[in-house]
């Protein structure tokens, strides 16, 4: 039997202009979208990253990783693993890369079968975050 802690984790679904944030509670082990952030001039937003950091005080976060389907490393991914790089360095907290790929397509089904307020970035963001609470025995 797996116990779970009460850690607060930030999902990240990396993009140029956008990058989705979502939340996790191990304890609960669900993930929900939070906000999709702007990049500014090409760079991530950190004052609002900072923020977010700062309201949720998470242990850990996930980086979603967009594999080519053949599970190749795409150029996106270097950037992600760049910005999951940044993110480790600024905020001094592990980062995790998970496996994202068809994550955007999935959370625009889900936008469009639910009408969802929430923006696809954010969606993508969740599903990535609960990828990772599934894979580690953390679903309810």
Request: with cysteine; proline share 3%; hydrophobic share 40%.
């Amino acid at each position: 039997m797996n116990t779970t802690s009460a850690r607060t984790i930030l999902g990240f679904d990396y993009g140029e202009e956008r990058i989705g944030v979502a939340v996790a509670q191990e304890v609960t082990a669900t993930a929900a979208p939070v906000t999709t952030l702007k990049t500014v001039k090409g760079a991530p937003d950190w004052d609002g990253i900072s923020q977010l950091v700062e309201q949720w005080q998470p242990a850990l976060f996930i980086v979603g990783l967009p594999l080519n389907m053949d599970g190749t490393e795409s150029n996106m991914c270097k950037k992600a693993r760049r910005f999951g790089n940044q993110l480790n360095g600024r905020y001094n907290l592990d980062v995790i890369w998970i496996d994202e790929r068809l994550s955007s397509i999935e959370a625009e089904q889900i936008k469009q079968d639910k009408g969802a307020q929430h923006q696809t970035d954010e969606i993508a963001a969740q599903l990535i975050l609960q990828t990772w609470l599934n894979e580690n025995g953390l679903h309810t």
